[in-house]
């Protein structure tokens, strides 16, 4: 058994309430979660766990247990820091979180050259659209799209997200292209439904656009379809579906290889700033040095020159 592991994975279930939400965490089952917790109370021979089905809490032993595990863990973790900001190479491990899209269309190609510069390096990478906490979920560096609330992180500007208003050639003979920003209104929208709480939620009710003569508001009369992945919503669109704002990196290779066109080039659609997240105590580490500076050029030219 992995002690280290078994001890990580216990702390997480205690800190995170369940072993359901300790397995998003670590990364793996919840069989797997409740597997390290049955070996470990094997090896020390106590219940750490009191479990219900409603609730689970500690055991006196466990609550003493947990604290110690804590301590080892956060001792541990600090041994590696000073040995990566020892270091003169890069090299060990690095955890990154980015949201979905971004992360597969912008980060991926970008993290590839990266590591075939630093052969040192390994990266684990969980894409996610939740805005994961860097310090409990152990966390070396997050981007985020959007201002990110205040916190004691180190936020470091990349450049825009932007998205691209676009269809397909097939629809577009079927349904006619518009030419001005009312004439949406007579297509069908393919939109994403974002909460109310996201600064991209007007892209679900109605379209933003900036021309020569100022902003322009769309209102969408007709739906044809909501979807939750931007995937999703570049398949619709390249079956002919419908009009969608899409992200510009999510449908680059589509517009250049003529199966998708964009519409109404001559607007300018809203953007997003992305940045980069980090603790400003693990800068000292040339690992996540190296790796910051290197996404800072890499991906903020890529967001400068998405449209």
Request: glycine share 6%; with cysteine; hydrophobic share 40%.
């Amino acid at each position: 058994m992995n002690v280290f592991q078994a001890m990580t994975t216990f702390v997480a279930v205690v800190e995170t309430g369940s072993m359901a939400a300790a397995a998003e965490r670590c990364s793996m089952s919840s069989t797997m979660v409740g597997n390290y917790i049955r070996l470990l109370e094997e090896r020390v021979g106590a219940s750490l766990l009191r479990r219900t089905t409603r609730r689970q809490s500690l055991t006196p032993f466990g609550a003493v247990y947990f604290e110690k595990c804590r301590e080892l863990i956060a001792m541990l973790e600090e041994t590696d820091r000073m040995a990566q900001a020892a270091q003169t190479v890069p090299g060990g491990k690095l955890r990154v979180t980015a949201p979905v899209t971004y992360g597969t269309e912008s980060l991926t190609p970008q993290l590839v050259d990266y590591l075939h510069q630093h052969p040192m390096v390994d990266v684990e990478l969980v894409l996610t659209e939740r805005s994961v906490d860097l310090t409990e979920e152990k966390f070396d560096a997050a981007i985020r799209l959007g201002l990110p609330a205040p916190s004691t992180l180190i936020c470091r500007r990349l450049g825009d997200y932007r998205m691209t208003l676009c269809a397909s050639p097939d629809y577009l003979a079927r349904r006619g292209e518009p030419f001005t920003p009312m004439q949406l209104q007579a297509h069908d929208a393919l939109s994403f439904p974002y909460p109310a709480s996201s600064p991209m939620q007007w892209a679900g009710r109605e379209w933003q656009l900036e021309g020569p003569k100022g902003k322009v508001v769309v209102d969408i009369l007709r739906t044809r379809a909501v979807m939750n992945s931007t995937q999703a919503l570049r398949k619709a669109v390249l079956a002919g579906m419908g009009v969608a704002m899409l992200p510009a990196d999510l449908v680059r290779e589509d517009l250049r290889a003529e199966r998708l066109k964009v519409l109404l080039p001559d607007y300018r659609l809203p953007t997003r700033p992305v940045y980069l997240l980090y603790h400003k105590d693990r800068f000292s580490s040339p690992t996540l040095r190296s790796f910051i500076n290197f996404m800072a050029g890499a991906l903020g030219g890529i967001a400068s020159q998405t449209r």
